[in-house]
């Protein structure tokens, strides 16, 4: 079991952002370019950066 330090591995913002990359694929196929649509987008391209940052970081 992982001890709970206040550290998020850099890997959850990975998935994260593989997550909302296939849910915002999901929303423009039914829905068209819409503001989820774009939410989503933006979710997944903050996540992603996010997780180069901690990655490139340490």
């Known amino acids: ?10 890997v959850w913002f990975l998935i994260t952002s593989v997550g909302f990359i296939i849910l915002s694929s ?6 068209g370019k819409s503001i989820e649509t774009i939410f989503l987008s933006i979710l997944a391209i903050l996540f992603l950066i996010s ?8």
């Open 26 to 31: 999901i929303q423009y196929k039914n829905h």
């Open 51 to 58: 997780y180069f940052i901690l990655v490139f970081k340490a």
């Open 1 to 10: 079991m992982g001890s709970i330090d206040g550290e998020i591995p850099a």
